[in-house]
């Protein structure tokens, strides 16, 4: 009655842990995905940086801007001569504008440049949130995973203890032996402690899910496999170019061009545009005050600099061979995830279908040895042995399944289509070009101020489109004339 009441206890206490929510509506992987799409704060950090490097934009562009400057002097000096003292008092007052009409190629060399820099940060963040999915995904299901395990350990637990209850009466009535009281009492054991182990893999497995989606599991709804997979490789293969990492890499490349660019305008002659006027009053001069007015046109040929734009050029074109071979690095990245995701796809479902079938088996052999028991044919360590060999199948097979799920998301990964918009999940979708459109042409202003915020406090994100939209946007950036 004590191992029973144990049992009960038991049995209470991992059901709450189990169903922590059971109260709330289940939640479907979708709706999980679309809470992380909403609220992670890793996605968010990255979309943060991406408007970041929007800002390289308006930063380029004004290197082609006017810029105009005020300058004011006040100056006190005391002279002394023979005839005595003076004090005398200048004032300067000028202000200096500047046109840029020619600047060797640098102004739109940058500008190219800081377009591929944010075309690149906008793969990478669907590569993030690609990454970000694929890590809530393996949370949700090793959640499910972790579950249902605990439920079997309590079904195994409640056999054993059946189990030997029967040995502990039929010990008392002469039929067995102490040490088969013994080794039902070691199988007892060993299954309360597969219990605990598998409770605390759900509380590990809870914290991991907590981290990534931000709530606490509650009633978990099993998901389903893609049905929209590729039947071969070679379909996924074939997509590797349209891989996030693989696009930011390529744009990189562009990227180091322009820099290249950049680099060689330091050898060209520049022509600005200049006006001037000042006033200055300057009681001990030949004048009590003086204003000037000038405008005119400045060329600068750079003839010898000391050899640094040259060096400088060279350091850009081995930046260029760098991003080339970081390209070829990401494609080669992507095709081994693709690979070991498609194979790792492909032994989950053969384990799935020998699993079954042992599942199967084993349930059957537990059957036929427990009548053979009772008349005597087998003995009660048979008995133990295939109530084991049943319950490790059944986690084999739950891990599997598991196994199967992540891996067929991993694929859809590797296709660069583990994204809200390929998913067709329920958000209201991250517009990359609204904060581009923003500031592209902004001439003026500090954006809002976020330094004196809490540092938990999530920054309001901009204006949002559909999902179509935002898929589109992540093939390339307004063409819009510079």
């Not at 709450?16 to 479907?28: D, E, I, K, S």
Request: with cysteine.
């Amino acid at each position: 009655m004590r191992c029973r009441s144990k049992l009960a206890l038991s049995l209470l206490l991992v059901g709450l842990a189990v169903m922590p929510g059971a109260l709330r509506a289940q939640v479907a992987l979708p709706t999980a995905l679309a809470k992380v799409y909403a609220e992670n704060p890793t996605l968010e950090a990255a979309r943060a940086r991406l408007r970041g490097v929007d800002e390289g934009l308006p930063i380029a562009r004004a290197t082609r801007r006017p810029q105009a400057a005020i300058s004011s002097s006040l100056v006190f000096g005391q002279t002394e001569t023979n005839r005595g003292s003076q004090g005398l008092r200048t004032l300067r007052n000028a202000v200096g504008v500047e046109q840029p009409l020619y600047t060797g190629g640098e102004a739109s060399a940058r500008i190219d440049r800081a377009e591929e820099l944010i075309r690149a940060e906008r793969a990478r963040l669907q590569a993030i949130e690609q990454a970000v999915f694929l890590e809530a995904i393996e949370a949700f299901t090793q959640v499910l995973r972790a579950q249902r395990v605990l439920e079997l350990a309590l079904a195994n637990e409640s056999r054993l203890l059946a189990q030997l209850d029967g040995v502990q009466r039929r010990y008392r009535f002469g039929e067995l032996t102490q040490t088969d009281v013994a080794q039902a009492e070691t199988r007892y054991a060993r299954g309360i402690g597969d219990r605990e182990a598998a409770a605390g893999a759900l509380e590990i497995a809870g914290a991991a899910f907590r981290r990534v989606i931000g709530d606490p599991p509650g009633t978990l709804v099993d998901p389903i496999l893609p049905g929209d997979l590729p039947q071969t490789i070679d379909e996924v293969l074939a997509l590797v170019d349209q891989h996030p990492l693989v696009r930011a890499a390529r744009f990189g490349v562009d990227a180091a061009r322009s820099e290249i660019r950049t680099a060689r305008a330091a050898l060209n002659p520049r022509l600005t545009l200049r006006g001037d006027a000042s006033y200055v009053e300057d009681p001990g001069g030949m004048d009590d005050w003086q204003s000037d007015l000038s405008v005119g046109a400045e060329l600068s040929v750079p003839l010898y600099q000391g050899g640094g734009e040259y060096a400088r050029i060279r350091q850009t074109r081995q930046a260029l061979t760098e991003e080339r071979f970081n390209l070829q690095a990401a494609r080669r990245d992507v095709e081994e995830e693709i690979t070991a995701a498609w194979q790792a796809l492909l032994t989950a479902r053969a384990r799935l279908q020998a699993l079954a079938r042992q599942v199967e088996a084993a349930s059957l052999a537990l059957s036929g040895v427990q009548q053979e028991a009772r008349i005597g044919a087998r003995t009660v360590l048979d008995v133990l042995d295939a109530e084991q060999e049943l319950f490790e199948a059944e986690v084999a097979a739950t891990a599997a399944e598991r196994e199967a799920l992540v891996a067929a998301y991993r694929v859809k990964a590797g296709m660069g289509q583990l994204t809200a918009a390929a998913l067709d999940l329920d958000v209201q979708a991250y517009d990359p070009e609204a904060y581009y459109r923003e500031v592209r042409g902004a001439w003026i202003g500090t954006g809002a101020a976020v330094e004196d915020q809490p540092d938990g406090a999530l920054e309001v994100a901009p204006p949002t489109a559909t999902a179509d939209e935002a898929a589109a946007a992540a093939v390339g950036i307004d063409d819009e004339e510079n």
